[in-house]
């Protein structure tokens, strides 16, 4: 028995910024849009905060659903910032509980998972083992991110070009969520899942308050990341499809973490370099970075969500997700996506 | 098939320069050398500790407490394709949180997706120090759990509740533009005046739910381990649905509230000093901010 992607559903502020807007409040001579291939991200008002993007995201993710909220066996949220505006870290009761009771899911147990931009991804693991355990019969995974005040907090404390808070310059904010349940199709639904933490690599990101000002940062050896991810995942990925059978021509998307254009492309190459694959021959790569900037855990969801919308995903299509964050976590989630829409 | 319990440990703070991670991990350690697992099999580590030192949003405390064990830290393309490796996250579900992850683990274990993994538990106030008006006590606790091909050992079913209406109880936060440079040492814990009245209602009303299920016989439950929001919550179990004193262990008189690490710790002491025996049936039981409660019944 395989679950599948139910439904999904996205959230994203109002208020466009782009990157030459953001960068004339920084004292520095870095073309980062030329760097990163970000042209644009949202920024939430002051009035939003993960939950309240989390919960347009959950009411979106239903409205394209079969399910009502009162269907819910179980919501598991995975945000990384569980801030309630304007920013206030709530660490108990877990963020999923608030949610539960605005969406008026009043059977479905909830617990949150935190595991950096790997959130959603270990959520769909979670949820996809209760389900085959026949824990739940259906269940929620959702995300929402106010990650921009680490941008904030990097504009005014950014002094050079080679900072550990670079990275905080390509977030933007973002809500996410996906439900899964049975499928009654043998050929659609999530395959394989297969997720590892490379805890050697722990401490190359950390979001934290900032100790210079009231605000959160984060911190990033960004090269060291891009490096590590590009040597271990194609080697994975070869173990990952030698394990399970799997025939590597037969995807047709890959829908990686999305960190910055150029990161995405240079990962994707040295996939196909160590499969000897040419680029054609590679699963299409589907991107909402350079639109929507990094956002965080609900990232991937973001960029199926954006291919749904402009009609560039065929039916019963497979994907392969690729899971990267800091912990470090790098793995995959492969799937057939039977019949997913989005309202236009 | 079932889930058992292969080995526990527990760690105390100092109250001072104490870190949720660091007691994480030396009881993950302790745990893993009294047991007689090969650190390298375990396949997860969940961490369910509520508080975060200097209140790190990312990575998952399970990431860094992975790191500071040694837990299979850089799988070499030898290891990945011997299926050695680790897979850590946190699951946040407050004190009920325990409870929540060994769901998760059973479900795992069920779909022969792991044979180990390894829950830790902590609570260290951001800053480091035992604050006067912070209700945790300082303290770490870990529990191996693995696959049992056979027998009628291991959980048995866990419920899991939340209230329908009503105040949450207690809320744990840091306002982080409150506090100017400092908010990695900040952290708050508000507590309504009826919580402690109102969680113990609740929690009995779930027990009342779970004996409906039939999932157990009271009769045939030799100890009661029970999380310890106040000093009274284990004795006040006493009494009702036929459990008598000497059968609820109460862990608060010892610790205070180990709040996340409670009922790994409640079990520790058991098996310590022999108040279980195999075969033998016990309850555990959660409650804690929500209001949310949870039970689970555990063949030694």
Redesign the interface.
Known sequence: MKSRFESIGVYTPQRIVSTKELMRNIDCQLDLERITGIKNRRHRTISEDSFSMALAAAQDCLSNSRYNACDLDLIINTSITRFKAPLTFIIDPPMSLFLKRELGAKRSMNFDIANACAGMMTGAFVLDNMIKAGFVENGMVVSGECITPVCDTALLEIKEKIDPQFASLTVGDAGAAFILDKSPDANIGIDVIELLTFAEYADLCFGMPSDNNPGVAMYTDALQIHAVSLFKLPIYLEKVIKKHGLNWDAYDYAIPHQTAVKAIKMGIEAIGEHFEKKLEEIPEVLISVDEYGNTASTAIIVALYKALKENRFKENSQVVFIALSSGMVLGFILAMIGNLKVKQ | MATVIKATSMCMGKRVGDSSIELAARAAKDCIEKSSVNMHDIEV?INVG???D???????????I??KVG?????T?EC??A?K??????????SC?FL?AA??V???I??G?IDTALITASDVHPSGKQMPDFPFTHSGAAILMGRENSGENGFKKIM?E?S?SGG?G???????????????G??RVDVEADYGERLQQFTLSMISEYIDLKVLNLSCIKLIIVSQPSPDFASSLSGLFGFDENSVLNVYERYGDTNSSAPIIGYHIATEENLIKESEKILIISG???L?AATGMYQV
């Open positions: 580590l509520v508080c975060r200097k209140n790190i949003i990312e990575p998952a405390m399970a990431s860094l992975q790191q837990l299979n830290l850089d799988p393309e990945i394709e299926g490796g680790t897979f850590s996250f946190d699951v946040l579900n407050g949180g929540t769901k998760v059973d479900a795992l069920r779909n997706r899991i939340t329908k949450i207690l809320k744990a936060y840091c306002d982080v533009s409150a506090h100017n440079n400092r908010a990695r900040a952290g804690g901010a929500g949310s």
